[in-house]
């Protein structure tokens, strides 16, 4: 079991599996992108294997594959495959931004996969390209749909961006009243690759509560797991529920059981802050198993208390991309 200096049991492994994506949400990155790793840089898919082995060994119970764009990596099937056959690993999910999912929705089914979380912070397609860059709404809005209607454990990701799309809000919640699907709305961070900065938020996650309480006052709050980022709620009667992420007020971080590891192999044990350290050198010198999970130990162990804690050390952190972080 892997605890930490402030005494939260960390058993949850975001692994970003690559830092390119297809899409190029304003909120996420620039225009032309970022700084991209180089392909040397990326952990191979035997490289993250073996991590995930190694983890799983070592009390992580549920890993989550983000990126950049998941879908976008070569052989991510290969990874996903190999984590299906990990005993211990209780739970894999992705996070996508579902433009590229079609090919691989029967085989994750099949490899008992049931938990996908998709991007999507637009209803209308114009404000969709507004807000990505790119004209994928329709693929999106199919593939949605046969996720959820196959069954799959289905969480719509809505990024509330001041000044583009909180007039949507009220109908993301209406996607729920038919759907069985959840969709939860995030606090914008400043993790855009210097697009831009902020220090205030003005739709934080108690406007964003307001603004749908006042559309639907008979709302109910859901239980949540205690290492929940979000609180959940459900219009009485309607099929699905929807959910708020404070990410930027950052009220949660006192039962966070989260360790990232970046596509380059960065250990990042709080989201607010700079990498500890990177694993990707002593894995490719084919350190012991035991010399590795070492790194992750040393890091977990100088665990920050908290997102505030970590921006005051961290310096220059907003100007990383969530491409490179993995969310
Ligand atoms: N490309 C995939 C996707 O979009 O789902 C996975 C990676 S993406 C970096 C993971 C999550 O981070 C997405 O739900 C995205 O909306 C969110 N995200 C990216 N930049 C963000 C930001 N600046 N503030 C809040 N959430 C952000
Ligand atoms: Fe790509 Fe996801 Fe970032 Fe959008 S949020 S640019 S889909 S990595």
Redesign the pocket.
């Known amino acids: 079991m892997l605890i930490d200096n402030h005494n939260r049991e960390v058993n949850y492994l975001r692994l970003?599996v690559t830092d390119r994506?297809n899409?190029r949400?304003n909120?996420?990155?620039p225009a032309e992108g970022i700084q991209f790793s180089e392909n040397d840089n990326l952990l191979t898919i035997e490289e993250m294997k073996r991590l995930a082995q190694i983890l799983v060994s070592n009390g992580v119970s549920k890993i989550r594959i983000?990126?950049?764009?998941?879908f976008a990596r070569k052989n991510i099937m290969e990874l996903l495959r190999f984590l299906s056959e990990l005993d211990d690993l209780k739970s894999i999910s992705i996070?996508?931004?579902?433009t590229l999912i079609k090919p691989y929705i029967n085989e994750l089914y099949e490899l008992g996969i049931r938990h996908i979380?998709?991007?999507l912070?637009a209803l209308d397609e114009d404000r969709f390209f507004k807000i990505t860059r790119r004209n994928s709404f329709q693929i999106v809005k199919r593939n949605l749909f046969t996720l959820i209607e196959k069954g799959f454990n289905v969480r719509v990701?809505?990024?509330v961006l001041e000044g583009q799309n909180v007039d949507e809000i009220i109908s993301f919640v209406k996607l729920t009243e038919h759907g069985n699907v959840c969709v939860r709305f995030?606090?914008?961070?400043?993790?855009?690759g210097g697009n831009k900065t902020f220090t205030k938020l003005k739709w934080d996650y108690k406007r964003i509560f307001q603004h749908i309480e006042t559309e639907f006052p008979l709302i109910k709050q859901l239980p949540v797991e205690r290492s929940s980022t979000a609180s959940l709620y459900k219009v009485p009667g309607w099929k699905g529920s929807f959910g708020l992420i404070p990410?930027?007020s950052r009220t949660f971080c006192g039962t966070c059981n989260r360790l990232r590891v970046s596509a380059n192999g960065d250990v990042i044990t709080c989201l607010y802050a700079n990498a500890y350290t990177n694993l990707r050198t002593i894995l490719r010198e084919n350190k012991s198993d035991s010399l590795i999970m070492q790194s992750v130990l040393d890091a977990v162990a100088n665990r920050v208390a908290n997102g505030h804690e970590a921006e005051l050390r961290s310096k220059s952190i907003f100007k990383n991309?969530?491409?490179s972080?993995?969310?």
């Open positions: 970003a994506c899409l949400c909120y996420c990155m983000t990126g950049g764009e998941p996070t996508t931004n579902a979380n998709v991007s912070d990701n809505c990024v995030l606090e914008e961070m400043p993790f855009n990410s930027f991309s969530m491409t972080i993995g969310g």
